[in-house]
């Protein structure tokens, strides 16, 4: 039988592969590196980009490729057959990965041709892998003697068992919730779709009533829109718990794998010659020390206090005064919020989500993206993962760029939250250019049944700004101009500057020439009035103040954790986070919060002390967008093709090929300045 895992002729055969192909096709992959590598240690009378890069990358893409299609079925649907084959098989992966890192022999080979004198000859894009690639050994533990290395290689092991299994407890501990309301007066204040929602849920299990799940587009509504506290209450409690000490089941606990965790990554930086693992993590990002990302996060934060603090006033007041709710609990924050937002601005979310279903904002989003890059956006044909799932592909003129799925909605077996990632990357292959192809996941709603007519999913303008978000980091991906596998695409771009182009498409979404295009009433087929979308503007920096403290707080106990933490000292990270509250916080939540047990970006995504980097890119990504908007005094249009060309020259299309903050200057003809970013958020002067 031919495993489709090892069919790397155009795209992945997601209707054919199974997880017993996972382990043959692995080893397959696993065994050809080997011998490969076995090869290329061997002396050599000359060393080319040709006859010893080349052929590295061609063994290692296919392995990679491989691997990450199993790890993309493990996110999007999970299976116990799928699961327990991918842990089986992570220890060999990371172990092939370790010892590559560890390779003297290619190290030395690559010094060669750093040292060579044809480097100076090679494209800037080359060098810049050639350069990657040797600091990369320095942080694999290639200069390590052969006992450490023995250590550091455990080490990796540990750690991504650690991090998939911390991963998988937040996924089951979700999974497991459910909350069933039989009388439909106890969910007074939930809109109509959203109970429709919870009934066609209980439904498809055979239950009655109406079932609520911590997946957030259920989760979600219940805490904006429950008039009932005590419903609000206890759906709060078990999304603050999830994976910890006090959630439902202890298996399912993290707290110990975040202090092993902890302690490995503090192990590896001092292996490295390191005092802590902010610094490992900080060597290929654009901020230079943990005290610099510090003092950028203590800065951020004493400018958004005094608005957080107003913010604050004002919700308990309205609480108190309008509500009859004395104790503003961290149950009531959404609820109590969106009610002030209502009798401020006259307009729910509730209201506004109507005018966005899914095929206008498809197609409004495309349009922008079109008229921004000169590039056309067409259905496409694929086997998929999931009968939801829909590809399309870009071209530009006539020629094919590159390919992209998206899979937008929540449902069982699918990690929670959303990315961009890729399935393909850009290359010069000897079959000539390989496009790249990329991977979009979302958790919204989906599409309901109602009144024996299926009506299409409808999103908020939240989760709006995060499909244009995660889209962002597609154009990056897929609109790349270099063909080096290293530093093609968002390959090789430092982690505090690769979200800005997806920061740069969230602001086009309060644009009013965009958002008309994408807005039809779900009933009435009319537009979004000018009206609502003035009220919307008005309401945008709405408690701004409370959600930049809240990143930044999250920010600094990612780095905090990572850089003068002791995990065998006194103090707990709940004690860490606690005292970074106290400090910078104006709301404190309750004392069973344990949000860190469920932090997936620094504990299972490859976000450990780089959770500033949202903020750090948000400078970049606000100071590019306002480029746009001083050039409509040069008589552009916002969306305008001339500066849609400049930014794909700049920043989009290449890549990791040169240091970010000179793409940055390329486009801006300076260095990057705070103020739009204050600006946009409502927090100058």
Same mark, same amino acid.
């Given at each position: 039988?031919?495993?489709?895992l090892?069919?790397?002729?155009?795209?992945p055969r997601?209707d054919q592969?199974?997880?017993?192909h996972?382990t043959p096709a692995?080893?397959t992959?696993?065994?050809?590196?080997k011998?490969?590598v076995e090869?290329?240690?061997a002396?050599m009378?000359?060393?080319?980009w040709?006859?010893?890069i080349?052929?590295l990358d061609?063994?290692t893409?296919q392995l990679?490729?491989?691997?990450?299609?199993?790890?993309?079925?493990n +996110?999007v649907?999970?299976t116990?057959?799928?699961?327990?084959?991918?842990n089986?098989?992570?220890?060999?992966?990371?172990e092939?990965?370790t010892s590559?890192?560890?390779?003297?022999?290619?190290f030395?080979?690559?010094k060669?041709i750093r040292?060579?004198s044809s480097?100076?000859?090679l494209s800037? +894009?080359?060098q810049?892998?050639?350069e990657?690639t040797?600091r990369?050994f320095?942080l694999?533990?290639?200069?390590?003697?052969d006992d450490?290395?023995?250590r550091?290689?455990?080490i990796q092991?540990?750690?991504?068992s650690l991090?998939t299994?911390?991963?998988e407890n937040?996924?089951d501990a979700t999974?497991?919730?459910?909350?069933?309301?039989?009388?439909?007066?106890?969910l007074?204040?939930?809109?109509?779709d959203?109970?429709?929602?919870?009934?066609?849920? +209980?439904q498809?299990?055979?239950?009655?009533g109406?079932?609520f799940?911590l997946h957030?587009p259920?989760?979600?509504?219940?805490?904006?829109?429950?008039?009932?506290?005590?419903?609000r209450e206890?759906?709060?409690? +078990?999304n603050?718990?999830?994976?910890s000490?006090?959630g439902a089941?202890p298996e399912?606990?993290?707290t110990?794998?975040?202090g092993?965790?902890?302690?490995?990554?503090?192990?590896?930086a001092?292996?490295?010659?390191?005092?802590?693992?902010?610094?490992?993590?900080l060597?290929?990002?654009?901020a230079?020390?943990p005290d610099e990302?510090?003092?950028?996060?203590?800065?951020?934060?004493k400018r958004?206090?005094?608005f957080?603090?107003k913010?604050l006033a004002?919700?308990?007041q309205?609480?108190?005064?309008?509500?009859?709710i004395?104790?503003?609990?961290?149950?009531d924050?959404?609820?109590?919020?969106?009610?002030?937002r209502q009798?401020?601005?006259a307009f729910?979310?509730q209201?506004v989500?109507?005018?966005?279903p899914?095929?206008?904002?498809l197609?409004?989003l495309f349009?922008?993206v079109?008229?921004?890059?000169?590039?056309?956006?067409?259905p496409?044909?694929?086997?998929?993962w999931?009968?939801?799932v829909?590809?399309f592909r870009?071209?530009k003129?006539?020629n094919?760029?590159?390919?992209?799925?998206?899979?937008l909605?929540?449902?069982?077996g699918k990690r929670?939250?959303?990315?961009m990632?890729?399935a393909r990357?850009?290359?010069i292959?000897v079959?000539?250019?390989?496009t790249?192809?990329?991977?979009?996941?979302?958790n919204?709603s989906?599409?309901i049944?109602k009144?024996?007519?299926?009506q299409?999913a409808?999103?908020?303008?939240?989760e709006v700004?995060t499909?244009?978000h995660e889209?962002g980091?597609?154009l990056?991906?897929?609109?790349?101009?270099v063909?080096e596998?290293?530093?093609?695409?968002?390959a090789?771009?430092?982690w505090?500057?690769?979200?800005?182009p997806?920061?740069?498409?969230?602001?086009?979404?309060?644009?009013?020439?965009?958002? /008309?295009?994408?807005?039809?009433h779900?009933d009435t087929?009319?537009p979004?009035?000018?009206k609502l979308?003035?009220?919307m503007?008005?309401a945008r920096?709405?408690?701004?103040?409370l959600?930049?403290?809240r990143?930044i707080?999250f920010?600094?106990?990612?780095?905090h954790l990572h850089?003068?933490?002791?995990?065998?000292?006194?103090y707990s990270?709940?004690?860490?986070?606690d005292?970074?509250?106290?400090?910078?916080?104006?709301v404190?939540?309750p004392e069973?919060?344990?949000?860190l047990q469920s932090?997936s970006h620094?504990f299972?995504?490859?976000y450990?002390a780089?959770?500033?980097s949202?903020?750090?890119?948000?400078v970049?990504?606000?100071?590019v967008?306002?480029a746009?908007?001083e050039?409509?005094?040069?008589?552009n249009?916002?969306?305008?093709?001339?500066?849609g060309a400049?930014?794909?020259e700049?920043?989009?299309?290449?890549g990791?090929? /040169?240091p970010a903050?000179e793409?940055f200057?390329?486009f801006r003809?300076r260095q990057?300045?705070?103020?739009?970013?204050?600006?946009?958020?409502g927090?100058a002067?």
């Open positions: 039988m031919t495993n489709p090892l069919n790397f002729e155009g795209l997601f592969i199974r997880p017993e996972v692995i080893d992959l696993l065994n050809h590196c011998t490969v090869e290329l240690e002396p009378a000359e060393i080319t040709d006859n010893f080349t052929p061609d063994c893409e990679s490729r491989a691997w990450g299609i199993v790890g993309h079925l +996110a649907v999970d116990p057959e799928l699961r327990a084959v991918y089986e098989n992570i220890p060999k992966i990371t092939f990965w590559l890192s560890q390779n003297l022999a290619l030395e080979k690559y060669a040292n060579g480097f100076s000859s800037p +894009a080359r810049r892998v050639i990657n040797l990369d320095r694999g533990g290639a200069e390590l003697p450490r290395k023995k550091f290689a455990e092991e540990k750690t991504a991090s299994r911390f991963s937040v996924l999974n497991d919730f459910e909350l069933l309301v039989q009388d439909e007066a106890e007074k204040g939930l809109p109509e959203i109970l429709h929602a919870a009934r066609a849920a +209980a498809s299990e055979n239950k009655t109406y079932k799940t957030f259920s989760f979600y509504p219940l805490m904006q829109y429950a008039d009932n506290r005590h419903l206890k759906m709060y409690r +078990a603050a718990t999830r994976a000490e006090l089941r399912w606990d993290n110990g794998n975040i092993e965790l902890l302690r490995l990554r503090q192990e590896e001092a292996l490295l010659g390191y005092r802590n693992y902010a610094e490992v993590s060597v290929p990002k654009m230079r020390t990302v510090i003092a950028f996060l203590e800065d951020l934060a958004a206090r005094p957080a603090e913010d004002e919700l308990k309205f609480a108190r005064e309008e509500l009859g004395a104790d503003l609990e961290a149950w924050m959404a609820y109590v919020s969106e009610k002030l009798q401020r601005y729910s979310e209201e989500k109507q005018y966005f899914e095929p206008r904002v197609e409004g349009r922008l079109q008229t921004l890059y000169s590039v056309t956006i067409l496409d044909k694929a086997p998929v999931h009968k939801d829909k590809f870009i071209e003129d006539g094919l760029v590159g390919q992209f799925y998206m899979d909605y929540a449902r069982p929670g939250g959303a990315w990632d890729d990357s850009r290359r292959t079959n000539g250019l390989q790249p192809v990329a991977y979009l996941t979302c919204f989906s599409p049944e009144n024996g007519k299926w299409p409808l999103f908020t303008h939240d700004m499909l244009f889209f980091h597609g990056h991906h897929l609109l790349s101009r063909d596998l290293g530093v093609s695409g968002i090789g771009v430092e505090d500057a690769v979200e800005l997806s920061q740069f498409m969230e602001n086009f979404c309060w644009e009013w020439d965009v958002v /008309r295009h994408m807005t039809s779900i087929a009319k979004l009035p000018k979308f003035d009220k503007l008005a920096n709405f408690q701004s103040g959600q930049m403290l990143q707080e920010s600094l106990a990612d780095m850089y003068d933490y002791d995990p065998d000292g006194q990270v709940q004690d860490v986070l005292g970074i509250r106290k400090k910078y916080a104006v404190i939540p069973f919060n344990r949000f932090f620094i299972a995504g490859g450990a780089g959770y500033y949202y903020k750090w890119a948000e970049l990504s606000a100071d967008y306002s746009f908007e050039s409509l005094a040069d008589g249009d916002l969306i305008s093709p001339e500066m400049r930014l794909l700049e920043i989009l299309s290449v990791g090929s /040169r903050i793409s200057v390329a003809g990057p300045s705070i103020d739009a970013l204050l600006r946009h958020n927090l002067a």
